[in-house]
Nanobody, 126 residues
Framework: QVQLVESGGGLVQAGDSLRLSCATS????????MGWFRQAPGKEREFVAA????????FYADVVKGRFTISRDNAKNTVYLQMNSLKPEDTAVYYC???????????????????WGRGTQVTVSS
């Protein structure tokens, strides 16, 4: 069973930065597209960012574009989400997820992501 463990969440003020990490136990980690999603209270889980197998391609939700950066270290089986200029509306539980298909332009289908972590809470105060 593949495990994903997120870390790095916390309580910050608007304008601050956080770096989330997601470590996985998956073999052949470099064969998976990785994604970050988030879910705020009372809202559906939404896409944040995704990165291709080797990190050559990335895609972001419009609401985080220019502020968040997704990256991966295949040697460490880890994907990261650098979040800058955080806003109160970024408050949510952040989840990482794995998808065995290729990253194509456009918002990935959440249902394509087979493995999920349990999430890490990010709270941004105004």
């Amino acid at each position: 069973q593949v495990q994903l463990v997120e870390s790095g969440g916390g309580l910050v003020q608007a304008g601050d930065s956080l770096r989330l990490s997601c470590a996985t136990s998956a073999r052949a980690f470099s064969s998976y597209t990785m994604g970050w999603f988030r879910q705020a209270p009372g809202k559906e889980r939404e896409f944040v960012a995704a990165i291709s197998w080797r990190g050559g391609s990335t895609f972001y939700a419009d609401v985080v574009k220019g502020r968040f950066t997704i990256s991966r270290d295949n040697a460490k089986n880890t994907v990261y989400l650098q979040m800058n200029s955080l806003k109160p509306e970024d408050t949510a539980v952040y989840y990482c997820a794995m998808f065995s298909g290729a990253l194509v332009p456009g918002v990935p289908d959440i249902n394509d992501f087979r493995y999920w972590g349990r999430g890490t809470q990010v709270t941004v105060s105004s």
